[in-house]
């Protein structure tokens, strides 16, 4: 890099001298004039071709590192359709045994709302979910999964992501309740406490890596109120006591 920045710096120079008139070296000032002019153009031609090698083998920003970036520039300007602290719209659906079921019946427990597609990025979600029950305890809070796919397609994901939430079925061309609650394609989060209020609602996932920043805001919501119903039911049984 340094003999090409240095040649350039030449060439350049060598150009810039060339430029002037030939006779002003019969004057006492010319010789000075054009060392002068060919040094700055040998200094600027090996500045212009160090920079450039510079911006070339600048450090590059890993993808996840970049995704991360792009991930809070947007999560600062998303807003829920639902507002936090109201209550989850009601609805009814049935699940895989064709039995309906209402959202208010989960009532009484954090309940963990989603909404899958048929996805890549949707199975991760799961997966995550799954490992987040497993460490919150399963009998202290609810899952549910609202899909828009066939029940087949439903239990090939289940199979795969080892999924335990209620999976309750939409129709793939009519879903009031996705478009209700605004969840775009791919996994979309809801946690609700105990009464049916909206305590976090999950940007949509726009990324197959792990989303790792998503799925810690929904477990420490999650964590939080799981926490706040095990204080309520120790100083229940501490008053009956």
């Known amino acids: 890099m340094l003999v090409s920045a240095c040649q350039a710096g030449l060439t350049l120079g060598r150009v810039a001298t060339d430029s002037l008139p030939h006779n002003v070296c019969?004057?006492?000032?010319?010789?000075?004039?054009r060392v002068n002019i060919w040094l700055l153009g040998a200094l600027a031609?090996?500045?212009?071709?160090?920079?450039?090698?510079?911006?070339?083998?600048?450090p590059r920003e890993r993808p996840e590192m970049k995704?991360?970036?792009e991930r809070a520039a947007f999560l600062r300007t998303w807003k829920p359709a639902l507002p936090i602290g109201s209550e989850a719209p009601g609805f009814s659906l049935k699940d895989t045994s064709g039995r309906m079921h209402s959202l208010a019946e989960f009532r009484g427990k954090p309940t963990l709302l989603e909404f899958y597609s048929d996805d890549r990025r949707s199975r991760t979600w799961a997966r995550e979910m799954q490992k987040l029950w497993d460490h919150l305890g399963r009998s202290k809070m609810r899952s549910v999964a609202v899909v828009n796919f066939s029940r087949e397609a439903a239990l090939a994901f289940t199979r795969e992501t080892k999924d335990a939430s209620v999976y309750l079925f939409e129709d793939p061309e009519r879903h009031p309740v996705r478009d209700r609650y605004g969840a775009a394609p791919g996994p979309n989060a809801w946690v609700l406490d105990e009464k049916g209020r909206i305590v976090h609602a999950s940007a949509p996932i726009q990324t197959d890596r792990n989303?790792?920043?998503?799925?810690?805001?929904?477990?420490?919501a999650l964590y939080a109120l799981t926490r706040m119903s095990k204080l309520k039911n120790d100083h229940a049984a501490g008053a009956r006591s």
């Open 45 to 58: 031609g090996f500045l212009l071709i160090a920079g450039a090698d510079a911006y070339v083998h600048r």
């Open 26 to 33: 019969s004057h006492g000032v010319g010789v000075s004039q």
């Open 67 to 69: 995704e991360m970036r």
């Open 211 to 220: 989303p790792d920043q998503d799925f810690d805001k929904v477990y420490q």
